[in-house]
């Protein structure tokens, strides 16, 4: 069995990683600070020389403000296109911050805790 650092889906979900921590307008050096860690690590982690875990993604999305689920959704629909261009992976990045965006009011607003869970 291959490692999963090694395959190109992992890939094209650190390259959506990348493009929302760009897209957001944060540097390695300020995702880094509100990680609390190290520019390096960040660098690390984006091109693939070392591999995040769940809780990992969850916490570099919280950084960005982005919610971790339509990263995720982003990444999940794009994943089974072996060539992925630029301008789509854009396109999906635009559309999951406005996602993203009203997904966070929706769950600042409330009572969204239990209609939610009904």
Same mark, same amino acid.
């Given at each position: 069995?291959?490692?999963?650092? @090694?395959?190109?889906?992992?890939h094209l979900l650190l390259g959506f990683m990348q493009l929302v921590r760009e897209a957001v307008g944060v540097t390695q050096v300020e995702l880094a600070?509100?990680?609390?860690?190290?520019?390096?690590?960040?660098?690390?982690?984006?091109?693939?020389?070392?591999?995040?875990?769940?809780?990992? +993604?969850?916490?570099?999305?919280?950084?960005?403000?982005?919610?971790?689920?339509?990263?995720?959704?982003? +990444?999940?629909? @794009?994943?089974?296109?072996?060539?992925?261009?630029?301008?789509?992976?854009?396109?999906?990045?635009?559309?999951?911050?406005?996602?993203?965006?009203?997904?966070?009011?929706?769950?600042?607003?409330?009572?969204?805790?239990?209609?939610?869970?009904?």
């Open positions: 069995m291959t490692r999963t650092i @090694h395959k190109d889906e992992y600070q509100r990680l609390r860690t190290t520019q390096s690590y960040v660098s690390k982690c984006e091109r693939g020389e070392r591999r995040i875990d769940i809780m990992e +993604f969850v916490a570099y999305c919280e950084a960005l403000g982005v919610d971790a689920s339509v990263l995720m959704d982003a +990444f999940l629909d @794009h994943r089974d296109y072996r060539q992925v261009s630029p301008e789509s992976m854009a396109a999906a990045v635009a559309a999951l911050m406005r996602k993203s965006k009203r997904r966070q009011r929706m769950r600042a607003l409330p009572g969204a805790d239990k209609e939610s869970s009904s």
